[in-house]
C-alpha cells in the first residue's frame, strides 16, 4: 500500500506515539491509528463511504480498484468473508475503540490480522462462535481456515479466527496470522507508531520487492531504499503533511529552481531517466517513441508486376515490400546513447506549464554543448528532414521548414536549459544547488484538474474491460480530496538515510 494513498484518509493532529503498542506480528505492511476517535472525527466523504463498503456508483477509483487483479480478487474474498464478519469501519466504530492496527503478512493469501484496542467488557455484537482452541494458554476460535493454514476450499483464501487478549481484540483471516498475533501479546511485545502521527506506517521493503502482487500493482522503480520505511500523517501549522523516514539515499543533492505559475515542476535524482524523458518531452512528443526508429533500406516497388524492372518507376499504389529479415535502426540514438555514457547526468529537472510548454534542465559541461545541440539537430532531421540553428533571445534554436522552432537549447551558469523553442526559455535563470535536497515536486492540482478533460479524451471512454490510469485512477484520488489544491514534496539527506515530507495544501503550489 503506498503512503501517499493510506494517508489522504486523513486531516487532524498528531498523537503520542509511546502511549499505543498492539500486538501486530512482524509483516511486510503493518500500519497504527494510536488515536482512533480523531482519526473518526477526521473521516469524510469519499473515504469514509470507501471504509464502510458503500462507495459511489459512479466512483471511478472504486471501478478502476476491482479491475485490478488484487483489487477483483479481494472484492470476491470479502464478500464471502461478510457472510461469517459483515463488519466495515462503523462496526470498529461501535467497539468505541482507543487504537486500531492492522498488519497484513501475505498479499497472496489475502492474510491479515486486526487488532483493536476496545475498553468495552462485553462486545456490542458478537462475534462467530467457530472451534474453541487454545494456544499458549489464551483462548481463541476458528470460524474458518484461510489459504495460509491450506485451507481445501479453493473457493476462499480469507479464513477467519479471533482472540481476545487484555483490551485487545485480535481478528485474522488465518489461524496463523491470528497464532503470531497471540505470540506477541503473550510475550508482552507490541508494535508502536513507527513515527508520532495520527496514522503511522511502517514497510519492510525487501518483503515487498519480492512480493509479485506488489511489483505486478504499484508499478514503482527499484529506488535506492533499504531496510523499512517509516510514515506518519500530521496536521502542521493548519496542513496536512504526510512524513517519511529512510535509510539508503546514495544519490547527490539536487538543485532548486523557480518556475512560477506551472502545472508541475520538479527535480529527478535519478540521471538515467534524462535521455527517455527528454526525447518525449521535446524531441519526439509522441506517445510511444520507438527504440528502432529508423526503417532498412530496400529497393522500390516495381511498377509492373512482370516483366523487366524499369527502377525509376514507382508504384504509390503498391506498399512497400516488408523483408521479414530486415532490421529496423537506431539510428542517432546509438548516438544519445554514447553521449549519455560519456557525460553521465546526476540529475534534472522539469517544468510543465499550463499551456503545455515543456523545459527540461540539467547541469552540463559547457565544452559538450556543440555535442548535445548536434543531436538535438539530428533527431530533428530524421522527424521533420533538414534543420538549421539560428540564434534568438540568448538561446541556440534549431528551425525546420520556413523557420519554424523545433526545440531550442539555453545555458544559464552551469546548466542547460531545453525548451520548444527560444522564447519559453527567455526567462530562465541558473537553478541554485542545495546540500541536502535530494529531490522536490511542485503539482498544481487545480490545473492538474483540468488537464483532466484531456486525459479522458486521450484514454476514451470507461470500460468494464480496462483502467485508465490518468482518467480513473489519477482524477479519481483528486476527486477524493476536493479542497486539496496543491502538492509539495521535499526529500532531504541525513546522515541515517533519508526524511521526506508531502504537504496537501489548499492554496496553488509555490
Partial sequence: ???AVLFLLLGAGAASAAETRLPLPPAPVRVVIPDAPAFDA???????????????DTDSVSAAWRRTRVGSKLEDQWSKLSEDLPWTWDSIRALHPRAVGIALLDVGHLEAVLAVDTPLARLPAPLPAGTARTHGGAAYALVAKGAADGSEDADRRMGLAWARTGSVLLVATSERSLLLALDEALAGRGFAPPLPGLVSLDLDLEALRKDRYFRREF?????????????ALRSENGRLVEVREGTGEPRPPGALFDAPGATASAWEPEGEGLGAALRAALLEPIPDPADRPVPPLAALPAATAQGAEDRYLVSIERPQRRDQAAVWEEGELVRWRALWQATPVSGWGYALERDGTRRVVFAWPAARDADLLALCQATVERRAGRATVATAEGASEIRVGPGLPAVALRRTGDYVWLGPNARALSGVSAPRPSSDLVRWARVDLTAVREEGKRWTRAEGPASPEQTRPLSDRVLGLLGWMPQTTSL???RHKTEGGWTETLVFGSGPAR
Avoid: I
Avoid at 508499478?219 to 510514515?231: M, R, S, W, Y
Fill in 42 to 56: 477526521a473521516l469524510g466523504g469519499a473515504f469514509r463511504r470507501a471504509l464502510n463498503g458503500a462507495p459511489e
Fill in 488 to 490: 509539495l514534496l521535499e
Fill in 1 to 3: 500500500m503506498k503512503p
Fill in 219 to 231: 508499478l514503482f522503480g527499484p529506488g535506492p531504499e533499504t531496510g523499512h520505511v517509516k510514515a
